[in-house]
């Protein structure tokens, strides 16, 4: 049975798919997105970090049996069955952990348990066509359009990550395109137009998630000692946010701000 590195198991999650769920953060991210609310999840290996104030050092992610996680998840089946939630595989990008995310999907749909994943899809499409037999939804996550400007933030081209989106809406399985509102990069009149047009092309988009700039990741930063490449960002204000949901629901699309 595999094994995986695991930073984070949130219980009671009510943001990452449909009813009360369990996500669980895999390590290890290929982007390098300055605005990470995640910046732990990065690195694929457990790491010390010395943590201030107070200083004291501490380790992030350890490795987790498959049977351990399940065990974790299955304490809240009850809240499950009520609202119909399930599981959740996050990151970082869990399917840099192919071969755990591969049986941890699988037990969890032995277990009868409705399975989600939350994706870059910034991988091998090989990798995102094995977990199709046991994954219910799609989380995936599209920052930018313009692969200049996607590669000047992210450090990563984005043409895989919309061939892989372009081949899962054709897979069947429902998708829900969530978006990152970073202010002055992802949030911009011109990329909020490119992502409309791009996604006007696709089918078997259920809904889209708005996600207001969250300055959690800021936080996380000064306390882990990593340099904010960015600098102190204002979140959007609840108009401008209304503003851009707006010009998703005038193309139709089902829209959540937080998702």
Not at 149 to 172: D, F, M
Request: proline share 6%; aromatic share 8%.
């Amino acid at each position: 049975m595999a094994t995986g590195i695991v930073f984070d198991i949130k219980k009671y999650a009510i943001h990452d798919g449909p009813g009360i769920r369990t996500t669980v953060f895999l390590k290890g991210c290929p982007l390098d997105c300055p605005w990470c609310h995640n910046p732990e999840s990065k690195n694929p290996h457990p790491e010390k970090v010395s943590v201030q104030p107070p200083q004291k050092e501490k380790t992030i992610g350890r490795a987790w049996t498959v049977e351990e996680v399940i065990r974790e998840v299955m304490q809240d089946l009850i809240f499950y069955e009520e609202s119909g939630g399930g599981v959740t595989f996050s990151g970082g990008e869990p399917l840099m952990q192919i071969e755990f995310l591969t049986e941890l999907l699988a037990a969890s749909k032995t277990n009868g348990l409705h399975t989600a994943v939350d994706s870059s899809g910034c991988v091998a499409w090989e990798k995102l066509a094995r977990i199709l037999p046991w994954t219910d939804l799609f989380l995936y996550d599209l920052k930018i359009i313009d692969d200049d400007e996607h590669q000047k933030y992210t450090t990563a081209s984005n043409v895989l990550i919309l061939e892989n989106l372009e081949k899962l809406t054709k897979s069947g399985i429902p998708l829900r395109i969530r978006i990152p509102l970073i202010p002055g990069i992802t949030d911009t009149a011109q990329n909020i137009a490119d992502l409309l047009q791009y996604l006007s092309g696709l089918k078997n988009i259920t809904g889209i998630g708005l996600l207001p700039y969250n300055q959690l990741g800021e936080d996380k930063l000064q306390r882990y000692g990593i340099t904010n490449r960015l600098g102190k960002l204002r979140p959007q204000s609840p108009a401008e946010l209304k503003a851009i949901a707006a010009r998703f629901q005038d193309r139709g699309y089902s829209v959540k701000i937080g998702d």
